[in-house]
């Protein structure tokens, strides 16, 4: 779900995603939820929360917003969760991949 698209600007509304979140857990399979630009959605910290909760559901975020640094998310859900930085590649590595 990428909360910054127009297409999804609804479920930015808490009572609107977490109800859909919850209806894609159909049975005890291992479901996962991609969310992107998590900062526009409201309560989010409630949302992730209870998404977490769920046994067979794991829940990866992404946000660009410099507002709200990994330090802020390491105290809202401490324990809960790890985070993991990603860079870009640099020259060397893009080039070791690219085969031309």
């Known amino acids: 779900m990428a909360f910054d698209l127009f297409d999804n600007i609804e479920y930015r509304d808490?009572?609107?995603?977490?109800?859909?979140?919850?209806?894609?857990?159909?049975?005890n399979e291992k479901y996962y939820f991609l969310l992107d630009e998590v900062q526009l959605l409201d309560e989010f910290?409630?949302?992730?929360?209870?998404?977490?909760?769920?046994?067979?559901c794991d829940v990866f975020v992404t946000g660009s917003n410099a507002k709200f640094l990994p330090r802020d998310?390491?105290?809202?859900?401490?324990?809960?969760?790890?985070?993991v930085s990603m860079y870009p590649?640099?020259?060397?590595?893009?080039?070791s991949c690219y085969d031309g």
């Open 89 to 95: 590649l640099n020259f060397s590595e893009f080039m």
């Open 73 to 83: 998310i390491a105290t809202e859900f401490g324990g809960r969760g790890d985070e």
């Open 14 to 27: 808490p009572k609107i995603f977490y109800p859909w979140a919850k209806e894609q857990l159909h049975d």
């Open 45 to 56: 910290v409630s949302v992730l929360n209870g998404l977490a909760d769920k046994k067979n």
